[in-house]
């Protein structure tokens, strides 16, 4: 193995062990008529999508954070500092976002601000890698659409499960979606030697849009609003 093949190994390990743990484990309250266990609730429908969706949007911004730079420098022959300049942009707005967006979410709601910030960031993810160097600003600006996404998602999360093992069930489906994450940038490094970073890049997006429509799908389910 190489280096960086061991660290996502370790890593990998490491995210198996609180997943593995949760199936000897009970959470809820002490009395046996209310102890609600969180291995009953693996593997439901609600379970599955959101360990997709959250599969699926941490390739996607967890790619910008290993990858950017790569693809600006390698993929599109531009300078090391253009692309810190871009990433950094990225997750500044990403930084800000969380700062200021918090009320649009209460005002308009945990579904509508998914729906709304996903679909947006998707179309902007999307052009601005398929436009290469000439849109590459449309790729950092996204990053302000991105930023309320995942503390929405485990705000969304606490909705769908009872308040006992919500706290669970969220720890679960992110440490499953972690170790898709982990695997998935394992993988990468090879699929660039193939199709060059140029290509391999546009998964990222590819990716993002599959997180955003999923979301869209199944945000419309009655139990979920």
């Known amino acids: 193995f190489n280096s960086w093949h061991t660290v996502n190994l370790g890593l990998i390990i490491i995210g198996l062990i609180p997943f593995i743990l949760s199936f000897f484990m009970s959470f809820g309250n002490k009395t046996k008529k209310e102890k609600i266990s969180v291995k009953n609730k693996i593997f439901s429908a609600d379970f599955i999508i959101m360990v997709i969706m959250m599969g699926c949007y941490f390739i996607a911004e967890h790619g910008v954070l290993n990858w950017l730079v790569m693809y600006i420098t390698t993929g599109l022959n531009l300078t090391s500092n253009v692309a810190n300049t871009y990433t950094s942009i990225f997750f500044g707005l990403i930084t800000i ?46 990053g302000f659409m991105f930023s309320i996404i995942y503390p929405t998602l485990v705000m969304l999360i606490s909705r769908l499960w009872d308040i006992n093992i919500a706290t669970s069930m969220s720890g679960i489906i992110i440490s499953i979606a972690s170790l898709a994450d982990i695997a998935f940038n394992a993988l990468f490094g090879n699929i660039a030697d193939i199709l060059g970073y140029k290509n391999a890049f546009i998964i990222m997006p590819v990716f993002m849009i599959i997180y955003s429509l999923i979301m869209f799908i199944f945000s419309k389910k009655k139990h979920w609003n």
């Open 97 to 142: 976002g969380r700062l200021v967006l918090g009320v649009f979410v209460d005002k308009i709601g945990v579904l509508k601000s998914l729906r709304y910030f996903s679909i947006i960031a998707a179309v902007m993810f999307f052009i601005g890698v398929i436009g290469g160097e000439k849109t590459l600003i449309l790729l950092s600006l996204s």
